[in-house]
């Protein structure tokens, strides 16, 4: 394909907005419609760029002869419609994570796309494309330190959305731990246990916030993550793999280390779009490439039904303070 991949990115509020902004200097892509029942924010989104549509209907948007790929950065309820819609008319989708916010609707997507015939979907599980999980992924692969043995994660938000649920600091923010373990693994989950401290007085009333999820694969290695949305000093996001030789640990780099007079302080970035800005240009950049060349990169259809089911029984264990063992369908 010589001309430039017309994309249509459906919502434009923080990710959509941010992910318009890349792909106008994306090479290989440009912007052809830009969708969110706000127009007003889809306007300002698509301001100063060149031959957009703007539509108030996200599926209207899809039938824009222009359109030949779709970027949904929509709450998560509306992903399925927009997925299903974009795979019967055979365009590749790059989906914000999750896939889908519940296994059922996961796997009709996934289902959706194996009758298509052909791989359509990537999902937005950005870290992937990070240098430091890059550099932590080849360690474990060349077997430098021996058999993983366990992984214990932070995930730290400044402050949550005010639609964020106690379910959701599993499904929506450990969603990533989830997928990124799976990933370094190379290994399945099979259980999760999620014990909580009293909640931070810093969390909006009634919020479980912080919790402790503690997951278990099929390869016999232990992956504890804390979650803390609500932390309010900065965005922390923190893996060490412990070895049977050693151990490795990513995402300490400060975003700066500032020297002044008497001493020194290590700034910390405040959000995600600030620390994985690198790798979510990474990600749509491959997502381009691939997409102009009729295939797809990185994360998978199924990777985020999995990555649901998973969630699914994580937030079943925080309900009911039981392990829950994770059941994944047969793979189509
Ligand atoms: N990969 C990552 O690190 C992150 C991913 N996300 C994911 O990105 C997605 C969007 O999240 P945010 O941008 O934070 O939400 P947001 O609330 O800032 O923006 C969502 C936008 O979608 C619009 N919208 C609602 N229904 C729509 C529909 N049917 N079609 C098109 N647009 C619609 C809303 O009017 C709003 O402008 C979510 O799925 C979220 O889980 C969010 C933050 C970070
Ligand atoms: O995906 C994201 C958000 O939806 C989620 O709410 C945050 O906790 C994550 O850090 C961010 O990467």
């Given at each position: 394909?010589?001309?430039?991949?017309?994309?249509?990115?459906?919502?434009?509020?923080?990710?959509?907005?941010?992910?318009?902004?890349?792909?106008?200097?994306?090479?290989?892509?440009?912007?052809?419609?830009?969708?969110?029942?706000?127009?007003?924010?889809?306007?300002?989104?698509?301001?100063?760029?060149?031959?957009?549509?703007?539509?108030?209907?996200?599926?209207?948007?899809?039938?824009?002869?222009?359109?030949?790929?779709?970027?949904?950065?929509?709450?998560?309820?509306?992903?399925?419609?927009?997925?299903?819609?974009?795979?019967?008319?055979?365009?590749?989708?790059?989906?914000?994570?999750?896939?889908?916010?519940?296994?059922?609707?996961?796997?009709?997507?996934?289902?959706?796309?194996?009758?298509?015939?052909?791989?359509?979907?990537?999902?937005?599980?950005?870290?992937?494309?990070?240098?430091?999980y890059r550099r932590l992924k080849a360690l474990l692969d060349a077997d430098e330190l021996g058999r993983s043995l366990m992984l214990?994660?932070?995930?730290?938000?400044?402050?949550?959305?005010?639609?964020?649920?106690?379910?959701?600091?599993?499904?929506?923010?450990?969603?990533?731990?989830?997928?990124?373990?799976?990933?370094?693994?190379?290994?399945?989950?099979?259980?999760?246990?999620?014990?909580?401290?009293?909640?931070?007085?810093?969390?909006?009333?009634?919020?479980?916030?912080?919790?402790?999820?503690?997951?278990?694969?099929?390869?016999?290695v232990l992956v504890d993550v804390e979650v803390f949305v609500n932390c309010g000093f900065g965005y922390e996001v923190t893996c060490?793999?412990?070895?049977?030789?050693?151990?490795?640990?990513?995402?300490?780099?400060?975003?700066?280390?500032?020297?002044?007079?008497?001493?020194?302080?290590?700034?910390?970035?405040?959000?995600?779009?600030?620390?994985?800005?690198?790798?979510?240009?990474?990600?749509?950049?491959?997502?381009?490439?691939?997409?102009?060349?009729?295939?797809?990169?990185?994360?998978?259809?199924?990777?985020?039904?999995?990555?649901?089911?998973?969630?699914?029984?994580?937030?079943?264990?925080?309900?009911?303070?039981?392990?829950?063992?994770?059941?994944?369908?047969?793979?189509?």
């Open positions: 394909m010589s001309e430039p991949l017309g994309v249509a990115v459906l919502g434009a509020g923080h990710m959509g907005a941010d992910h318009v902004r890349r792909l106008a200097r994306t090479a290989g892509a440009r912007v052809a419609a830009v969708a969110d029942p706000d127009t007003g924010r889809a306007e300002q989104a698509a301001a100063g760029l060149d031959g957009v549509r703007v539509h108030a209907e996200a599926l209207a948007a899809l039938h824009q002869p222009d359109v030949r790929a779709v970027l949904v950065a929509s709450p998560d309820a509306t992903h399925e419609e927009a997925l299903l819609a974009a795979v019967a008319r055979g365009l590749p989708v790059l989906c914000e994570k999750p896939l889908a916010p519940d296994p059922g609707a996961a796997l009709r997507v996934v289902e959706a796309e194996a009758r298509a015939g052909r791989a359509l979907i990537q999902v937005g599980f950005m870290r992937r494309y990070d240098t430091a214990h994660c932070r995930h730290r938000n400044v402050s949550s959305p005010p639609h964020f649920t106690s379910s959701m600091l599993i499904s929506s923010s450990v969603s990533h731990e989830i997928d990124a373990a799976r990933w370094l693994l190379g290994q399945e989950i099979t259980a999760v246990t999620v014990a909580r401290p009293r909640p931070s007085s810093g969390a909006p009333a009634g919020l479980l916030d912080p919790q402790l999820v503690l997951f278990e694969t099929d390869g016999g060490e793999a412990v070895c049977e030789r050693g151990t490795a640990r990513v995402g300490d780099e400060p975003a700066m280390v500032v020297r002044s007079k008497g001493g020194a302080r290590r700034e910390i970035a405040q959000d995600y779009l600030v620390r994985f800005a690198d790798a979510y240009d990474r990600e749509v950049r491959a997502w381009v490439r691939a997409a102009r060349a009729g295939r797809t990169a990185g994360p998978g259809a199924w990777d985020g039904y999995a990555a649901a089911a998973v969630a699914e029984a994580g937030v079943r264990a925080l309900d009911s303070g039981e392990r829950v063992t994770v059941e994944l369908a047969e793979r189509p």
